[in-house]
Protein backbone atom coordinates (compact mmCIF):
# COMPACT_ATOMS: atom_id res chain seq x y z
CA UNK A 1 0.00 0.00 0.00
CA UNK A 2 1.63 3.21 -0.81
CA UNK A 3 1.59 6.53 1.04
CA UNK A 4 -0.90 8.26 -1.66
CA UNK A 5 -3.84 5.37 -0.55
CA UNK A 6 -3.61 5.77 3.43
CA UNK A 7 -6.27 7.86 5.40
CA UNK A 8 -5.48 11.08 6.78
CA UNK A 9 -3.87 10.78 10.02
CA UNK A 10 -3.30 6.93 9.86
CA UNK A 11 0.64 6.16 10.30
CA UNK A 12 0.30 2.77 10.35
CA UNK A 13 3.31 0.97 8.60
CA UNK A 14 1.67 -1.99 7.09
CA UNK A 15 -2.76 -2.28 6.30
CA UNK A 16 -5.24 -3.52 8.75
CA UNK A 17 -8.25 -5.85 8.38
CA UNK A 18 -11.52 -5.46 10.08
CA UNK A 19 -12.95 -8.24 11.60
CA UNK A 20 -16.66 -8.43 11.61
CA UNK A 21 -18.72 -10.66 13.93
CA UNK A 22 -16.70 -12.94 16.82
CA UNK A 23 -12.74 -14.14 16.16
CA UNK A 24 -11.67 -16.72 18.85
CA UNK A 25 -8.48 -16.45 20.44
CA UNK A 26 -6.36 -17.23 22.91
CA UNK A 27 -4.35 -16.12 25.85
CA UNK A 28 -0.91 -17.59 27.16
CA UNK A 29 0.25 -16.52 30.68
CA UNK A 30 4.13 -17.89 32.03
CA UNK A 31 3.93 -17.35 36.07
CA UNK A 32 6.07 -18.94 38.54
CA UNK A 33 4.11 -21.17 40.72
CA UNK A 34 5.00 -22.21 44.44
CA UNK A 35 5.24 -26.19 44.74
CA UNK A 36 3.45 -27.73 47.70
CA UNK A 37 3.33 -31.31 46.49
CA UNK A 38 4.70 -33.79 43.92
CA UNK A 39 3.98 -36.83 42.59
CA UNK A 40 4.24 -38.73 39.73
CA UNK A 41 0.60 -38.31 38.94
CA UNK A 42 0.17 -34.73 40.30
CA UNK A 43 0.96 -31.49 41.81
CA UNK A 44 -0.47 -29.49 44.62
CA UNK A 45 0.55 -25.95 43.64
CA UNK A 46 -0.56 -22.46 44.37
CA UNK A 47 -1.72 -19.63 42.18
CA UNK A 48 -2.74 -16.45 42.62
CA UNK A 49 -5.68 -17.23 39.96
CA UNK A 50 -8.25 -19.73 40.27
CA UNK A 51 -7.94 -22.25 37.17
CA UNK A 52 -10.86 -23.98 35.84
CA UNK A 53 -11.71 -27.30 37.11
CA UNK A 54 -11.07 -29.81 34.29
CA UNK A 55 -8.88 -27.24 32.01
CA UNK A 56 -5.74 -28.43 30.74
CA UNK A 57 -2.88 -26.72 30.81
CA UNK A 58 1.11 -26.79 29.74
CA UNK A 59 3.62 -26.73 32.49
CA UNK A 60 7.41 -25.91 32.79
CA UNK A 61 9.10 -28.51 34.91
CA UNK A 62 12.64 -27.12 36.08
CA UNK A 63 15.05 -29.12 38.11
CA UNK A 64 18.59 -29.23 38.53
CA UNK A 65 19.12 -27.16 35.08
CA UNK A 66 16.74 -29.69 33.38
CA UNK A 67 13.63 -27.77 31.86
CA UNK A 68 10.40 -30.54 30.33
CA UNK A 69 7.28 -29.30 29.34
CA UNK A 70 4.10 -31.18 30.81
CA UNK A 71 0.29 -31.49 30.25
CA UNK A 72 -1.90 -31.45 33.04
CA UNK A 73 -5.92 -31.36 34.03
CA UNK A 74 -7.43 -29.44 36.80
CA UNK A 75 -8.79 -31.63 38.95
CA UNK A 76 -9.36 -29.45 42.13
CA UNK A 77 -9.34 -25.77 42.78
CA UNK A 78 -9.09 -24.17 46.65
CA UNK A 79 -9.37 -20.50 47.79
CA UNK A 80 -6.62 -20.04 50.47
CA UNK A 81 -6.99 -16.64 52.17
CA UNK A 82 -3.51 -15.12 52.87
CA UNK A 83 -2.29 -12.23 55.52
CA UNK A 84 -1.82 -10.14 52.18
CA UNK A 85 -3.98 -8.02 50.18
CA UNK A 86 -4.08 -11.01 47.78
CA UNK A 87 -5.38 -13.93 47.93
CA UNK A 88 -3.82 -17.15 46.44
CA UNK A 89 -5.55 -20.95 45.52
CA UNK A 90 -4.11 -24.25 45.98
CA UNK A 91 -4.51 -26.12 42.19
CA UNK A 92 -4.52 -29.97 42.48
CA UNK A 93 -2.96 -30.95 38.87
CA UNK A 94 -2.92 -34.66 37.39
CA UNK A 95 -0.04 -35.04 34.66
CA UNK A 96 -1.79 -36.29 31.29
CA UNK A 97 1.54 -36.39 29.53
CA UNK A 98 5.06 -36.49 31.12
CA UNK A 99 8.40 -37.01 29.27
CA UNK A 100 10.77 -39.58 30.77
CA UNK A 101 13.30 -37.47 31.33
CA UNK A 102 10.28 -35.11 33.66
CA UNK A 103 9.70 -38.64 35.47
CA UNK A 104 12.92 -39.25 36.36
CA UNK A 105 13.70 -35.12 37.27
CA UNK A 106 10.38 -35.54 39.41
CA UNK A 107 11.94 -39.27 41.00
CA UNK A 108 14.97 -37.43 42.43
CA UNK A 109 13.66 -34.30 43.61
CA UNK A 110 11.01 -36.64 45.66
CA UNK A 111 13.52 -38.67 47.21
CA UNK A 112 15.28 -35.37 47.86
CA UNK A 113 13.51 -34.45 49.79
CA UNK A 114 12.86 -37.74 51.35
CA UNK A 115 16.05 -37.38 52.91
CA UNK A 116 16.62 -36.48 56.32
CA UNK A 117 18.67 -33.21 56.68
CA UNK A 118 22.63 -33.91 57.27
CA UNK A 119 22.72 -33.91 60.97
CA UNK A 120 19.29 -34.58 61.78
CA UNK A 121 18.37 -37.67 64.37
CA UNK A 122 16.40 -40.69 62.82
CA UNK A 123 14.57 -43.12 65.03
Known amino acids: MDGSRRRLGDRRGRPRFEIVGQLWGALESIEPLHLHDLSRGGALLEARMPLQPDSVHRLRFSYAGQVADLQARVRHVTARPTST ?9 EFLSVPPGAL ?3 DRLVAANLEPPLGAETR
Open 85 to 93: AHDSFLVGL
Open 104 to 106: EQI
